[in-house]
Each structure stands twice: as C-alpha cells, then as structure tokens.
C-alpha cells in the first residue's frame, strides 16, 4: 500500500472467533451422514445467509420447521443454542488485534451476523470492545459481500480505503474490500497473518512461523522435552528421552489423520511444538486425542503456544476427533491459562497420581470439544 496503515478492518467469524455449527449438531445428531444431510440440505448455509441479512430467526424457523417438520426441534436450536456454535475465540488473533490496539492502531470490524444473537455475544466476548464500532449484517439488512456494507463501514467511522487493512476468511468479501481501495488479505492462519499485516507496516511481530514437524527437527524437540524432564513435573518422564526413543516417537505422527506433530520456529530454530497423540491403546477411545504443547524457555511468554495449538485445533477440524484432552501436572498456572484460552474445561484432579523430584504430584486433567 502506498500510504500508511492507520486502521485494520477485521472480520469476526472464523477469523477471533471459532465458529461451525458443526460443533453443535455433531452433539445433537449422532449418525454422521444424517449430520451431512441436516447442515447440507435442511440447515443450508444459503438458508442461515437470508438471516445473516436481517430476516427474524422466529420466521426462519417457522417456515423451515413446516417444511422440515421432523427436524423441527433441530431447526430451533440452530438459533436458541448459536453460542454452542462457537467453541470461543480464537486466541492467537486475539493476540494480534492486542498488539494493534497497543500501538494505536483504529480498529473497526465489520461482521455476517443474525442481528437476534449478536448483542448477547457482546457479553462473552470482552474483546469486542476494543473495537471503534462493529457493524453487523443482521442490524444492517444487507451483508457481505454487497459493497453497500463495506460503504456504511467506511461512511461511519470516517475510514479511507488507503490507509486501512481488512482481514476475511472468505474470498468474495475480501474481493470487494479491494475493489473499494483497502489492502485485504484472505485469513489462512495467525502466522501468516502476522506476516501480512508486518508486511503493510503495521506494528505486530512476525518472526514466528508454524509447519508441520520433520525428522529433522527430532534433536531440537528432545532439547526442549528433556529441559521439562530434568528441571521440571510437567512431564513423569524422569530421564532424558534418547535419539532411538524420539524416532519411534515420531512414527506416530503423519501430515493427516489425528494424531499430528507441530513446531514453531523463529529464524529457522524450532522453539516450541504441539501434539495430538492417541489418548489410549483401545481402540474405543480413537475419536479423542491427547493434546500437549512444549516451549523452550526463551520462547514463553510470547504467544507461540496460542499459535501453535490454535493450528492444531484448525487442522483437526477435519478429522474424526470429538474430544481433546490435556493433563496438566500441578501447579502449572500458565498452562491451565492457555488450555482454557482454548475453550477447555476442567474434568478432574488426580491426586498424588506421581512422584517425582521428591515430591507428589496432582495432575488435573481438562477437555474441549473438537471442532
């Protein structure tokens, strides 16, 4: 862009905020195919737009139910239960709008959202006040990607297109926001987005990236497991683990599947990774996983673990994962904080489970639905 940023334009949905209204109904509707057939031919996407534009959920629903009469109950939940659609924010964007904020960077964002259940979301979501203003669809009677929406936004609160970012995970909207003159960038992930942002000149830090993990990044993760083995409870390993080991360990990972192996590097060294691993042998147990996060020290503190699980959860989205679990030696409150940045909830304490380092250890163990 020729001008300096002075203002970033965020979308909400799937860009801070984790929302599917698969993670509602795969609760409610257990057989997977007829899970396909409700999202894809009762529930359509283009049936959820009309509302995203303004039409009262009471009549979608009604009209829908007489045509749809045995999913009639299922039909009033896709709006009586929209915060179960959204597992929560996505921490890691979150993150970056902080760092924009910090800098004083304008911020305004501009969402498709049923006017009916955007002003509860106010509420759970503290972050929406960081913003200028947020102009929503629903309240509007128009939305994205009509560029009369995009206008409204810039008449309001008096934006020029030449100094300001906008960020979508869809296509189209971020088509229209350059056509009207803004620097747009389509969302992938929050590295990247960092990167795109860094790129304008906005104020973020970009020197993280995240990928899947390689054989030959096994000696910088035994460096950094074998730091918690030694000097720490946070793992009951209680010796270094070996080359050998770490390569059998590593065969348990592959680039799809539910059972992937993440690092996080800065400047080409790997800092930090992050694991979905089966959670036990039995073969019942295959829908959940066990999630775990290591950083070397020098990298805490930074927001590489949001990064780094916040990937994971999104590349497990398409697996057949229902449940994801993390057991937290105690006490380890930074830990804790992030699992529940993520949306996990606490299932239980073991007490006095281990020993290491001359003491007992509890181990609290919590969870989160996947997606």
């Known amino acids: 862009m020729s001008a300096a940023p002075t203002t970033v334009v965020f979308d909400l949905g799937n860009v801070l905020l984790d929302w599917d209204p698969r993670t509602l109904f795969a609760r409610l509707i257990e057989d997977p195919d007829e899970l396909d057939h409700f999202l894809g031919e009762v529930c359509t996407r283009a049936w959820h737009d009309a509302q995203d534009r303004g039409r009262p959920a009471e009549e979608a629903i009604a009209e829908l139910a007489a045509k749809f009469p045995e999913y009639a109950d299922l039909i009033a939940a896709y709006y009586a239960r929209w915060p179960d659609m959204t597992t929560g924010a996505m921490p890691a964007c979150v993150d970056i709008v902080r760092e924009l904020r910090g800098a004083g960077i304008r911020l305004v964002a501009l969402t498709n959202w049923p006017a009916d259940t955007f002003e509860p979301a106010r509420d759970r979501f503290p972050f929406f006040a960081w913003f200028e203003g947020i102009v929503v669809s629903g309240q509007e009677g128009i939305a994205k990607p009509d560029e009369e929406i995009f206008r409204r936004l810039l008449d309001r609160y008096d934006v020029d297109p030449a100094t300001a970012v906008y960020v979508d995970d869809t296509q189209v909207h971020v088509d229209t926001a350059s056509r009207l003159g803004m620097t747009a960038f389509r969302y992938r992930d929050a590295a ?70 993440l690092v996080a590097t800065r400047e080409d060294r790997v800092v930090g990774y992050a694991a979905s691993s089966r959670f036990r042998p039995k073969p019942a147990y295959d829908p959940s996983v066990e999630v775990t996060v290591y950083l070397s020290p020098d990298a805490t503190g930074h927001g590489v673990g949001s990064l780094l699980y916040q990937q994971l959860f999104a590349e497990l989205r398409s697996e057949p994962v229902h449940r994801a679990y993390a057991a937290i030696a105690q006490p380890n409150p930074a830990s804790e904080a992030l699992h529940r940045r993520f949306a996990f909830q606490e299932v239980g304490t073991l007490h006095e489970v281990g020993r290491k380092h001359g003491r007992w250890v509890d181990v609290l163990w919590m969870q989160r639905p996947v997606p």
């Open 192 to 261: 990247s987005l960092r990167r795109d942002l860094a790129g304008t000149g906005l104020p973020v830090a970009a020197d993280i990236g995240i990928r899947p993990a390689t054989a030959d990044d096994l000696a910088a993760i035994d460096a950094i497991y074998n730091h918690y083995v030694r000097e720490t409870v946070s793992t009951f390993d209680v010796e270094p683990m070996t080359t050998g080991e770490r390569a059998t360990w590593f065969s348990h990972y592959a680039a799809s599947g539910s059972h992937r192996l």
